[in-house]
Every structure is written in C-alpha cells, then in structure tokens.
C-alpha cells in the first residue's frame, strides 16, 4: 500500500473537493446547488471506484512457498506466456531456459524471490514501453535485472527480468544488492501491468506451461537438480 500513497492521496483529495459542492447552494442559489450536485456525486462515484480499484491493485497477501527446497517457486502472479530457451546475455552469458509470465492489471503486482540466495546483481536498462506481450518487449522495453543464488554455484543461479509495459512505467525496486534472500521473500513491484521473464538453468524441470495461471510464491515454476 505504501507505493500507492500518492495515488490515494489524489483520491481522496477528489473526493473531498467533489463533495464540499453541496455548500454552493449558500452562494450562489439552489440552481447551481443542482447542477454542482449531481458533478459532485459523479465525481465521487469515479474517485470511489478509483480508490477501490487502487486498493486492489497494491494489495499484498501472505502466500507460502512449496515445501520441497529444490522448487523454483514463481517471481510474480500472472498467465505463462512462453516457455523456451534464449541466450542470456545479460548477466549469466549462456543458454538458459525462460519462463514468461504477463501480469495484467488485476493481479498482484509484487515479484517475489523464486529461490533463496544472495541478490547476485541488479541492473536496470533504459528503453520503450511497447506492449509487455510482445516478444520484443524482453529486449526493447525499459527492465531491471535481478539475479539470486550463490556466488559459488552461479549454475544453480537464476535470473528475474522486470519488464515494464505499455501501462507500466515503474519498477520499484526493495532488495540490495549482496543481501541475504529466502525464497518468496518479496524484492520489487512493477505499476499497472507488465511482464516477468525468470531465467533457469538448462538442466532445471519446467513444470508450467503456456497459459497456466501461476502465482507468486505459491505455485512451483521449476525443479532444480541436486
């Protein structure tokens, strides 16, 4: 809630002045009282729904993450979108396995670790803002690159890439660079829509597939080898 305050600040200052129209008619007379009136309550059933939707949108609910250790549990809520191989050239420099995950406006918008382990590195790029389901969003759009693991077993690493979309201008990140991460411990948002790109190692199990809903946290995206 506390990424959102600016926005319920501006609500709830709509609101209030929507509703200090009702004192017009004591100026200007019951004519214009009318007419303030019904801007006033179409003005506070927009702010209402506003504010609801924000308090939808920066909601934050306690989820648990899968029992066994060697489970990549998912960086975000949201519908798989690809699941492939790409070159990671970002910070890993080889071949790795990609799992996608487009997250609309209606879902929780917190990423969360999908192993425990150190933050690794953390870099953001500059760039467009075209739709975060396009394909050439992973490389065009504006990011910030997350990788957790050890230091000693950078193949047993994996890498989360924040995407910001067509609606999303902003990745908030939480997380410092070298501290100490449990898995699901959440590490940034990204605002209004946008897209989750997590990298694994080659040797790690995909267990979703493309248009399954998953959830941060909760659901088991990988399995790692020992």
């Known amino acids: 809630m506390y990424e959102g305050r600016w926005i319920f600040a501006f609500v709830i200052l709509a609101i209030v002045i929507g509703g200090s129209a009702t004192h017009v008619e004591k100026i200007f007379g019951p004519v214009a009282s009318a007419a303030c009136s019904l801007i006033s309550t179409g003005i506070s059933i927009i702010t209402s729904g506003l504010l ?12 648990k993450s899968p029992a066994d250790p060697s489970m ?14 790409v070159e990671e050239e970002q910070f890993f420099k080889r071949r790795m396995k990609r ?4 997250l609309s406006v209606f879902d929780v918008h917190v990423n969360r670790t999908p192993i425990e382990g150190a933050v690794l590195f953390a870099e ?20 910030l690159f997350w990788a957790f693991g050890s230091k000693d077993r950078l193949e047993k690493a994996v890498g989360v890439k924040l995407i910001t979309g067509a609606i999303a201008r902003r990745i908030v990140p939480w997380a410092q660079l070298g501290e100490r991460m449990e898995r699901g411990e959440r590490f940034a948002m990204i605002r209004f829509g946008s897209r989750t790109d997590l990298f694994l190692p080659l040797d790690a199990e ?5 248009g399954e809903k998953v959830k941060g946290c909760e659901t088991a995206i990988a399995r790692m080898t020992a």
């Open 124 to 143: 953001a790029r500059g760039g467009l803002y075209l739709d975060a389901r396009k394909p050439e969003a992973s490389v065009l759009n504006e990011s």
């Open 206 to 210: 995909v267990l979703v597939s493309v």
């Open 99 to 102: 799992v996608s995950i487009f």
């Open 52 to 63: 609801l939707f924000c308090l939808w949108f920066f909601r934050d609910p306690e989820r």
């Open 72 to 85: 990549v549990s998912s960086p975000a809520d949201g519908t798989v979108t690809v699941v492939d191989e």
